[in-house]
């Protein structure tokens, strides 16, 4: 899958990743800034609700919303999506969404938020808030600290099981591959003898 990263809700440095699949545009996690790159009506996929996630949903032509169930509310709580705490103005995105689960093929990777996905393509996993290139996703803005273990170990698993040339796409920082995921990222190491 060809696929474009755009830096969006600065300053959090935000990838928005942008691709066609069948004649449909798809955009994951659109934050502040997104329309200067994207004009056309698409299909939004949220791994996570943070408001730097969700912040240029307003911005964009919604065809539809997925984003998980246990996320959704953060949509329309700003308090709840952080945007009271760290942006000078509310998120809230009153749009209808639908659970990405049902219409895409996901893995449940709570830790970072309750609700934290893998959204899962041919050749390309986008990871959110949850792994990064190097490390992984803080646990401390509404996330858990139990969970995000039950997480690593399930996703070290999955990751191990992957084609290894597949393409890692985390929330902020550069892209990787899976290979060099499992080789470079500390807490995806653990397990390993
Ligand atoms: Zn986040």
Redesign the pocket.
């Known amino acids: 899958m060809n696929f474009k990263r755009y830096i969006t809700s600065s300053p959090f440095d935000v990838n928005t990743y942008v691709f066609e699949m069948n004649g449909t545009l798809y955009v994951v996690d659109p934050g502040e800034g997104i329309s200067q790159f994207v004009k056309d009506p698409v299909v939004v996929l949220i791994t996570?609700g943070?408001c730097?996630?969700i912040s240029g949903i307003p911005e964009l032509q919604v065809k539809e919303l997925f984003i998980s169930p246990e996320d959704a509310h953060m949509l329309t709580d700003p308090a709840a999506n952080l945007s009271l705490s760290f942006m000078d103005h509310p998120v809230v995105v009153e749009l209808e969404w639908k659970d990405i689960d049902s219409g895409f093929k996901t893995l449940k990777v709570p830790g970072?938020?309750k609700g934290s996905r893998f959204i899962i393509f041919d050749g390309v996993v986008f990871t959110?808030?949850t792994v990064f290139s190097d490390t992984i996703?803080r646990i401390d803005?509404g996330g858990s600290e139990e969970d995000m273990k039950v997480t690593l170990s399930r996703i070290e698993e999955f990751f191990r099981n992957l084609p290894q040339e597949w393409i890692v796409c985390p929330?902020h920082g550069e892209t990787t591959t899976v290979k060099d995921l499992l080789r470079r990222n500390p807490f995806l190491r653990r397990n390993v003898t």
């Open positions: 996570h943070h730097d996630h970072h938020t959110g808030d996703g803005l929330g």
